[in-house]
């Protein structure tokens, strides 16, 4: 797999989706993971934080973390739980994707809700950020963004041209080619 390009796994905790199970075997993975230089994407609902805080912190490999690790973007950038999921970030093994807001936004196009999230941690963590979308989009109920907006995103959370840089280019070729 190595050799056909596979540079990381990926755990999903998102109890409405998975069960998420013991976590014992995700640390085994994890490992021989780390053994191969790849890295963990971990994808959860940011209320689950608190309790995976410490599962995550002893991955003995990078550890990416989808979606911005779901905030509540009703409750703004100084929430609890924001904070918390910023304080997690200082841990230089910990890497953010800060695309698809269609996930996470209670008002729709153009994401304005999301926005301020996103550039927080582009601003944070401007080595260790990437961006992306879902396409083709799966499990959407409510409708299928426009990838265009999606993009036209990403000037409004890295505006200078050094943060679209390391965005877009600097930061994911580290991550997966180095």
């Known amino acids: ?30 490992a021989r993971v780390a053994e191969r230089g790849w890295h963990v994407v971990v994808y959860f609902e940011a209320a689950d934080l608190p309790e995976l805080t410490s599962f995550l912190e002893g991955l003995p490999c990078p550890v990416v973390v989808d979606h911005m690790g779901r905030p509540d973007t009703s409750q703004g950038v100084d929430s609890l739980g924001f904070t918390a999921f910023r304080a997690l970030m200082e841990n230089e093994r910990f890497w953010v994707k800060v695309g698809c807001p269609e996930r996470l936004s209670r008002n729709g196009p153009p994401y304005d809700d999301v926005t301020p999230f996103a550039a927080t941690l582009v601003a944070d963590t401007p080595d260790r950020v990437l961006w992306g979308t879902d396409w083709p989009h799966p499990n959407m109920a409510s409708h299928l963004p426009d990838d265009g907006l999606l993009l036209d995103q990403v000037p409004i959370i890295a505006p200078s041209t050094e943060a679209r840089q390391k965005l877009m280019v600097d930061n994911p070729l580290r991550l997966y080619w180095s």
């Open 1 to 30: 797999m190595h050799e056909a390009g596979v540079r990381g796994v990926r755990f999903n905790f998102l109890k409405r989706l998975v069960d998420p199970g013991p976590l014992a075997p995700r640390a085994e993975l994890a």
